[in-house]
């Protein structure tokens, strides 16, 4: 079984700043994918960012990158010039890669609540 | 715009008393997914329909059960809730299975046992 763990509770900053959400993970596979998704108040959970594990450059969307280490198992979200829109809810999440298209759903870990300061 | 769609957005049920959640989805997505969220604690997929093949969850207990009577629609009939079974139920959808492919939540459904 997989397992995921974000380790802040709540963290905040202030508007502009860089912040970084841990997320640590424990698996015997070798292949899967990582995703860190967002749940603003009282809206419906969006995808921020994938990792597909068999690829070693980290993937950035625009301001947000991740730093993936496999080896630690390991998968932080960095926010740059964070704003005010980026308060939410932020969960890791972890799936199995499974080419016969058998993967279940997502592992998530219990979030971190981000607050960004004016 | 395509979405998926969660109603009701609250529901009260009593303990013991059978109550169904719904979700709709207008992206023509093959999965549909039903998670737990209880307070402070991680989603916790409950089961999923790829098309019409269902798939339970291990640990899903049996009080829970789901119907998807065509591509559009999915509900989450809880046969006797417990105070337990107090949370947030999430649907989500995606065109396959697999993490290439993105899944879109719906805003949930917060249930309250009384």
């Known amino acids: 079984a997989q397992t995921v763990t974000q380790s802040q509770p709540e963290m905040s900053v202030q508007e502009a700043e860089t912040v970084t959400l841990s997320c640590t993970y424990d698996?015997?596979?070798?292949?899967?994918?990582l995703f860190w998704y967002k749940q603003p108040p009282s809206r419906q959970m969006i995808l921020v960012i994938r990792q597909e594990a068999y690829k070693q450059q980290n993937a950035t969307e625009n301001r947000f990158s991740v730093n993936f280490q496999k080896a630690a198992k390991s998968f932080s979200l960095k926010i740059s010039d964070s704003q005010l829109g980026d308060t939410a809810m932020y969960f890791c999440a972890f799936m199995i890669w499974d080419s016969g298209g058998g993967a279940d759903g997502l592992t998530f870990g219990k979030g971190t609540h981000l607050i960004i300061q004016p | 715009d395509a979405m998926v769609i969660q109603n009701p957005r609250y529901q009260v049920t009593q303990f013991g008393k059978p109550v169904t959640l719904s979700c709709s989805q207008t992206?023509?997505?093959?999965?549909m997914y039903w998670y737990q969220q209880k307070s402070s604690q991680a989603p916790k997929l409950l089961f999923h329909y790829y098309d019409k093949d269902f798939n339970n969850e291990a640990d899903t207990p049996d009080n829970f059960q789901s119907r998807r009577p065509n591509t559009s629609f999915c509900f989450l009939d809880i046969r006797s809730p417990g105070l337990g079974d107090a949370a947030m139920y999430l649907c989500?959808?995606?065109?396959?299975?697999?993490?290439?492919?993105?899944?879109?939540f719906g805003p949930g459904t917060r249930l309250t046992v009384t």
């Open positions: 992206l023509n997505h093959n999965v």
């Open positions: 989500a959808t995606s065109p396959s299975r697999g993490g290439f492919y993105e899944q879109y």
């Open positions: 698996t015997s596979e070798n292949n899967y994918y």
